[in-house]
Nanobody, 113 residues
């Protein structure tokens, strides 16, 4: 069973930056497109960014120009660089394959105004 562990969340002020990491078990990073998702309190889980096996990214409109997704297939790791953070970015962030499998615990990102 694939296991995914997110890390790097925290509390930052608006305009700040955070770098999230996703570590996976097995060879999923070699064979699967991957995505970052987020879920704010009381809201559904939404896709934030995705990346193909070859590294082509795609982003939610509201994070374009602020977030950058990347992956290191050799290290089974995916990253999400977040800058110019806004209070509306506050959520639990998850990584997963596309389509999504078992969810990890996520990492909390809180942006204060």
């Amino acid at each position: 069973q694939v296991q995914l562990v997110e890390s790097g969340g925290g509390l930052v002020q608006a305009g700040g930056s955070l770098n999230l990491s996703c570590a996976g078990s097995g060879d999923i990073f070699r064979f699967r497109p991957m995505g970052w998702y987020r879920q704010a309190p009381g809201k559904q889980r939404d896709s934030v960014a995705s990346i193909t096996r070859s590294g082509r990214p795609n982003y939610l409109d509201s994070v374009k120009g602020r977030f950058t997704v990347s992956r290191d297939n050799a290290k089974n790791t995916m990253f999400l660089q977040m800058k110019s953070l806004k209070p509306e970015d506050t959520a639990v962030y998850y990584c997963n394959t596309i389509p999504a499998g078992t969810w990890g615990r996520g990492t909390q990102v809180t942006v204060s105004s």
